[in-house]
């Protein structure tokens, strides 16, 4: 038979191994809660990492987006100055071609002029030399009988 003593002495090393169980198990799951703390907190500073990258990236986009809109900008402000520009000498160049062909008119209706008063000019000398030829001198008054009679 069973002592009463090792009874007690059976039932207090239960309670002993019970309690290091227990204290074993409690220990053991404060270990898991710490490690799974780190992992995240580990976890958390991998994703704080990678946000900043996306964030990083995301910004970066945004500046490359802004700068290809002021390149495109620029582009179309230097598009529209050259357009500016080649009107102004398309308008200049039409000036000056109307100026030239007004200055040609001017010219050429000149030329017509002095080439009509030289023909006139040798018709008269024609008609002279044939007048002279003639006889016909045009050092005498016609009217030189009608003002000997007054």
Known sequence: MIDHKELEEYRSACAARDRASLAYRRKEAYLQ?????QEKEIENQEQAAINQLEDSAHLDV???VEECKMRRRLSLVYRANEKRRHREWERLKKEEEREQLHRSTKLVSLDRKYVELAKQKERACIALDALRHAGCSFN???FAALLDEL
């Not at 809660?33 to 703390?37: D, E, I, M, Q, V």
């Open 33 to 37: 809660r710490l490690r799974k703390l």
């Open 140 to 142: 005498v008054n016609p």
């Open 62 to 64: 945004l500046e490359y």
